[in-house]
């Protein structure tokens, strides 16, 4: 997943703002980076290959009183790994800057198309077509309705990010990859995830697909294709800031490690009556089916042992890439249980839609408030974890085993039994993380190893 952080405001070091935003992004994994920051009425744009993490800006940048800038890590999907092919992308007048997330199908049309017209070419990747493509737009319209019909002709699922700076503008659009706007009283942001905002605000607006976003002296949010007025409605997010920093721990994955005990210990004490709603919801369901991508497909497994085990009921489980095959079997009376941390993984977003159109009721054990799964839903459970910043997920695995958990328990009317099994491993998580020294030569057996195989069965 790329990362995507755009600024525009009254800050005197926006490419500082961006960077910082960069930063708390890390964790979706990326190979280079860049920003571009406004200078009159063109883009100066760095690139780096490699880490961002303690990354400093050109001393050039410090010297701009820039109201906007946008940045970008990103990981490569067309293209290889090079500096030309890293974002932002510019126009050949360098006053349309892009960051983008995603694929475009049909880049190479475009791309021919654009070079019969004169576009200069500097990178080998198929982002750089959406700026020329705006750019060739702008001869003859505004730069919203540039920006409206350049998107439109992308083909593929894609999020972009585009910063214009003669109108001194960001505009927003996105299908399927996430994007979601902070609004502050100074400034607006944009990023491809909630957690790089929340330092500086709570106020958040998650775009929906075929949706954009004009960001200027306000916000303007319009319907794709269309471009037709839509009303804002923002969300406040109850995340602590603090939470999405490392804290005293070098790195995220080793702070979440450790902050699982309190999590499922919440769990286990709170989260009583949304498990009851849910587990009524499962009796009066004919077919239940978990999915999930990744991770949570494994925790979707364990939830059928523990259904199976524990109060002896049949539950199916699916990936969630693979449940398109599955829709045959999916009617009105249906349920679908999706699991997601993100609450934006694409492999889940897309066949819940299938599902929707059927008619069948959505349920969802997610980690991110007002994200999209959390959105198509008619019954969600958050999973109360935090930002997790770990590509690695830990907490957040934890917290859907303790609430799956919990409605197994629940199906047979036996919710007390549940808890104290997850207070008493929180208990035992604790005892286990304080025996460092026990840990640490195997720990280092394991590092010796190139390739891990880990042999298992059941739970």
């Known amino acids: 997943m790329c990362g995507i952080y755009g600024y525009i405001g009254k800050s005197t070091n926006t490419s500082e703002v961006v960077l910082s935003g960069l930063k708390i992004l890390e964790y979706r994994g990326y190979d280079s980076w860049g920003i571009a920051a406004k200078i009159n009425k063109q883009f100066l744009v760095e690139k780096r290959i490699g880490k961002i993490a303690g990354a400093k800006l050109n001393s050039k940048f410090f010297a701009l009183n820039s109201e906007l800038a946008i940045g970008h890590t990103r990981w490569a999907t067309h293209g290889g790994v090079t500096q030309a092919n890293s974002h932002p992308h510019l126009d050949c007048k360098k006053r349309i800057a892009v960051v983008h997330n995603g694929i475009v199908e049909n880049f190479d049309v475009l791309k021919k198309e654009l070079q019969k017209k004169g576009h200069k070419f500097l990178s080998t990747t198929d982002s750089e077509v959406i700026s020329h493509l705006i750019e060739e737009f ?4 505004g730069f919203a309705s540039a920006v409206r019909d350049a998107f439109n002709k992308l083909q593929g699922m894609n ?9 001194k503008e960001i505009i927003a659009a996105k299908t399927g990859s996430p994007l979601v706007i902070g609004v502050s009283s100074d400034a607006l ?27 200027g002296k306000d916000i303007q949010l319009l319907s794709l294709p269309d471009g037709k007025k839509l009303k804002i409605k923002l969300e406040t997010i109850k995340w602590k800031p603090t939470s999405a920093s490392k804290k005293n721990f070098p790195h995220f994955m ?13 769990i286990a004490s709170t ?8 587990a009524q919801t499962i009796k009066k369901a004919k077919g239940t089916f ?15 042992y523990f259904f199976s085990k524990i109060s002896g009921l049949h539950v199916n489980m699916s990936f969630a890439s693979e449940f398109t095959y599955l829709l045959d079997f999916i009617n009105s009376k249906s349920l679908v249980v999706a699991l997601s941390q993100s609450g934006e993984t694409i492999d889940v977003v897309e066949p819940l839609t299938r599902v929707k159109e059927k008619g069948a009721t959505i349920a969802s054990l997610v980690n991110t408030e007002g994200s999209t799964i959390f959105r198509m839903s008619d019954k969600s459970i958050l999973l109360g974890a935090g930002p997790e ?10 917290a859907k085993l303790s609430i799956l958990l919990m409605l197994a328990y629940e199906m047979k009317g036996d919710l007390k039994t549940a808890a104290t099994q997850l207070l008493n491993a929180a208990t035992e998580i604790e005892r286990l993380l304080k025996q460092k020294n ?3 030569p195997i720990i280092n057996l394991l590092a010796k190893y190139e390739h891990i195989y880990v042999i298992a069965r059941g739970v």
């Open 138 to 141: 702008l001869k003859t319209r």
């Open 159 to 167: 999020a972009i990010v585009v910063a214009n700076a003669s109108s």
């Open 189 to 215: 942001y944009v990023a491809s995830d909630a957690t790089s905002i929340l330092p500086n605000t709570k106020k958040l607006l998650f775009l929906k697909d075929n949706q954009m976003a004009i960001l």
């Open 254 to 266: 080793l702070k979440e490690i450790y902050e699982q005990p309190e999590i499922i210990r919440n």
């Open 271 to 278: 989260y009583q009556v949304q498990v009851k709603s849910l």
């Open 290 to 304: 978990f999915i999930g991508a990744g991770t949570a497909s494994y925790a979707g497994i364990v939830g059928t």
């Open 389 to 398: 910043g770990a590509v690695a997920s830990t907490k957040a695995y934890t």
């Open 438 to 440: 026990k840990l640490k």
